[in-house]
């Protein structure tokens, strides 16, 4: 009978340390320096259902799922070659048949500044597979949901503007500067959600780039040219989808505000301040103003902004103080929750 590779070598080893590996309440192995399997403990064996001259050498690749198998050598093989530590994942069969999913940490063996091969443990991570694909699955059904629903939102938006056009045109004259900055806020609330649904996480918004992107499209929106938005501080943070689109509609109606109270020749400025200083709430600070005297805004629109902010602000528990003016900015400071993890 030709012997198993290996076989020769796990006669070798001590009893001291098979004594050590079979008491360990985790599965362990050991090779030589050749990769062949010389080693294989209790836990190991009670949890394959094999004898262990089975698993010597290469026999227990025999219990490696099919599709993990070449990603598994070539891992091995590579970490072989440079002799380093290596942890890789891979399926081995249970003594039922069943795979399990197993995380396998191993470091090379160096005795006398020669290499003998490498110890290795295994912890069965099915569990956490699992759940990581159960969380996959349930994010990919919330994208597809809030997809359907920003489609809906947008759709519906849509027919709102043209509905608040077609009345505008028939109302009045002194109406229509109402009917307008109304029609202006629905497109500015469509934009937010817009941006809402193309952050890259929609489960946590990155506040600075979600307000520059935002600034962005609400100075193109109307008056393009004449009204800028700048995004500044050091400050930064990952905020819950409800408080980013609180903060949204608030700055969509300062720069709705500015435009309102200042002739169309005017140019406006807004400036948005993040504060995140460690251990402290979120602050966003909002300063508007216009770069010259304007004559006059439009008429007969009323100024609406105070009490929609604090609306906004209610619905996400921003508490809010300043008016946004040079000498009193507008704050809203965030609540701790509002803080993705």
């Not at 440079?82 to 197993?102: A, I, K, M, N, Q």
Request: charged share 20%; proline share 5%; aromatic share 6%.
């Amino acid at each position: 009978m030709v012997p198993t590779p290996g076989t020769a070598e796990a006669a070798a080893l001590s009893d001291s340390f098979r004594r050590f590996a079979d008491v360990v309440p985790l599965m362990m192995w050991r090779s030589d320096a050749h990769g062949h399997a010389i080693h294989h403990n209790e836990c190991w064996l009670e949890f394959t259902g094999r004898p262990l001259a089975a698993e010597l050498g290469l026999g227990w690749r025999e219990g490696l799922h099919p599709e993990d198998f070449e990603r598994h050598a070539g891992i091995v093989a590579e970490a072989f070659g440079s002799r380093v530590p290596f942890t890789v994942e891979f399926r081995l069969r249970r003594h039922d048949g069943v795979y399990r999913w197993l995380l396998d940490t191993a470091r090379p063996l160096v005795e006398d500044g020669r290499f003998q091969g490498y110890l290795g443990s295994c912890f069965d991570i099915t569990d956490r597979k699992h759940a990581e694909e159960h969380i996959e699955h349930a994010l990919a059904e919330k994208e597809t949901l809030l997809a359907e629903v920003y489609h809906r939102v947008r759709n519906n938006l849509q027919v709102m503007v043209s509905l608040i056009g077609l009345y505008g045109r028939a109302a009045p004259d002194a109406c229509r500067g109402s009917f307008e900055a109304l029609g202006q806020r629905v497109r500015a609330i469509a934009l937010v959600q817009q941006h809402l649904h193309e952050a890259p996480h929609i489960a946590s918004i990155d506040l600075r780039d979600y307000l520059h992107r935002l600034a962005s499209g609400l100075g193109q929106l109307r008056r393009a040219g004449r009204i800028s938005v700048q995004v500044e501080g050091a400050g930064n943070g990952l905020v819950e989808p409800r408080t980013a689109n609180a903060l949204g509609m608030i700055v969509a109606e300062i720069v709705a505000e500015c435009l309102d109270a200042t002739a169309e020749h005017v140019a406006c400025a807004i400036s948005i301040g993040l504060d995140a200083a460690a251990g402290q709430p979120l602050c966003v600070s909002i300063v508007s103003g216009v770069s010259e005297m304007a004559a006059s805004g439009r008429p007969n629109v009323p100024k609406l902004g105070p009490r929609l902010i604090a609306a906004y602000a209610a619905q996400a528990e921003i508490a809010v103080s300043g008016d946004a003016s040079p000498t009193d900015p507008l704050r809203l400071t965030l609540p701790p929750s509002a803080t993705a993890q």
